[in-house]
């Protein structure tokens, strides 16, 4: 998995923090980068795919975390739209 903690190669890789900003992050370094709009739009459809397994698998405390996971991916993603509206 290439969005591991190290798994980028980048410099610039964020997996090891849960620090929030207002900033704009750079989830990592490539050669063409992937906009984090689209990055977060991503995480959120895999956080809900592994909340319906755990879902599936009973794991309900693990379903709740990833549920939460994903409500603030989607709210991270449309931060991130309006920032774009508003440049």
């Known amino acids: 998995?290439?969005?591991q903690q190290g798994g980028s190669g980048g410099k610039?890789?964020?997996a090891d923090t849960t620090e929030d900003s207002d900033?704009?992050?750079e989830l990592y370094s490539a050669p063409t980068a992937v906009?984090?709009?689209d990055v977060l739009g991503y995480m959120s459809?895999?956080?809900l795919?592994?909340?319906d397994i755990s879902d599936q698998l009973g794991l309900r405390t693990l379903s709740g975390l990833l549920a939460l996971s994903h409500t603030e991916a989607v709210a991270r993603q449309e931060q991130q739209l309006q920032?774009?509206?508003g440049a």
């Open 1 to 3: 998995m290439s969005m």
């Open 12 to 14: 610039n890789h964020h």
């Open 23 to 25: 900033e704009e992050a």
């Open 35 to 37: 906009p984090a709009v």
């Open 45 to 47: 459809d895999m956080l």
């Open 49 to 51: 795919e592994l909340k």
């Open 83 to 85: 920032q774009h509206k």
